[in-house]
């Protein structure tokens, strides 16, 4: 017997092994194709820089090029792609390095920051950054030229750019200077349509047919402001995106959740942006997503209504976040343990909190867990400790509830790691994409007013909001990979009459000493404009106690717009230029995101 399932065990092995072997792609026309266009980009490169007078034709030509090949330039290096080819236009700091390295921008993105340029000192610029992408293009083919394209890979970069295109394309993200973000879809979809039809991946007749409906949609409608990109997305992206999911399974081909160790971001078997599976929820959590049950969030949440674990007996987490307020205050900064003063910024709502790379306005915190110690031993709030919190809680009806919410704890259940994992579990409860908005972009029977769509289509068009508050968190989470949190310099003033700046110096804080850089003056983390109709007042310091006031500071330019000196702001100084009209159906969109949850 033991033989017999050895043999049907080994067997099972091999037959998944065989299923999931990455199979190369080697069409030559598939090669040749890709390399030539990878040159094909670079003489237009060339010819741009050498040719400044006709820029806005030339570049338009180099824009094409770059976006048909887009797809595997950013998947097959993304390291590279992100520090040279087309980084966000704003400086960032390497990760995991012991030091200050400071990665300055360079790339498309920033020559279409300059692509308006007129000054000598500008146009110098301009041709120097165009050259440097030509020469690190070449690098890019030499470190590349040899490496085969595999089935796996192919697919992968494919589903990854669709949500590129979606999420950082059309919201004017990738296009800053030029606007040319429908332009760029239609060419990336091209192009991706016509390099799945050259390598050795089956197809269907759905997905060649929803690729040629989208090519033809994004052709015939071309004005960035115009742009639907509600109905685009009900009816030709989601649809082609679901269908491409499809060809993991035909062509026997692991997505990223099966061909990656560590949880990836994105649910890859997820078809809809705006939905609760979109999110791999362990890819958030630095625990084991199984100690995430019922009970666990039951015992989470009556630690985070319960005053006792405060210093004076008078404080909860629930004190600053009151669900009836979208799990904020109401205040314009949270009142201390005292009752005497207040904290220093502003309390956030909680809601889809746990989908960020970083906590608190000034990201000092990693992980969801870790806030929990900022705020027990902060004097201004909780002023304890976790030694005080944990013997209280083992004396009472909590060691109870710890035993049945771990049972392998039996021993000691009530210890930092199961108290941190129980707040953690009713906090990353509180995640919801069911708003009147998610539902109706899901197809689901839903009616939802035409002043909505156009608000969600200034939102991610005109007014640029979704350039910084990402699709589908509208938050900093950047996609498409989702795996960073962005924090912005706006201006904020002090007090609503713009006399001066707010004096908080953000993320540039001394319990982060590495972001002790200029540019982290006075930044301050993207956070979700979801349930912002519950959460007034506004912005780090609470300074605005109404949804108008907030959208009025970013239509006129933030703080630089204002009058106010910001040298490193990165909101656009100039006015958006929307009218009484467009505003109101900005903050009508916004109230569509409303979410109840307790």
Known sequence: MKRRFSILFFAAVIACMVAFTPKLTTNTDFNTKYYGQIDQLINQLNQLQNDIPNFETNYTECRKAFKRLEFLLAHLDRSFYAKHINGAPLPKLEKNVPDIRIIEPHGFQVIDELSGATSTEEIKLLKSEISRLSTKLNQWKTMHSSMNHTNEILLQAVQYQLIRIYTLGLTGFDTPGSLQGVSDAYYSIQGLHDYLALSDLKSTKSVQSLFEKNIIYLGRHTDFE??????YYKLYWQPLYREVLKLYELNQVRNWNQSHVKPVEVNATAEHLFSDDWFNRQAFLDFNEQDLRPKTVALGKALFFDPKL????????????QPSKGFSDGLAKSTTISGEGTVLRNSPGLVNSLYAKGFFYDLRAEHLSQQFEHVIFSEDEFNTS???????LKETKYRQLFTDAFPGHARNPVNPYTFKVALSSYIASLSDFNSEFDRYMRNEDIAIDSSVIAGYNLFTGKAACA?????PTFSGLVPPFYDDSETEVLGVPATRDYKVIDQDPGRYTKQKPKELVGFYQNSFKTTTVRNASQTAPYMHNGVFTELEEVLEFYNNGGGLGHGLHVPNQTLAGDSLNLNDLELTQLQQFMEALEHSLN
Request: hydrophobic share 45%.
């Open 310 to 321: 405060s210093a004076n007996g008078k404080m909860a987490c629930a004190t600053c976040h």
């Open 226 to 231: 115009a742009f639907d990109r509600a109905e």
């Open 386 to 392: 976790f030694v005080g919190i944990l013997d209280q």
């Open 467 to 471: 350039t910084c508050h990402f699709l």
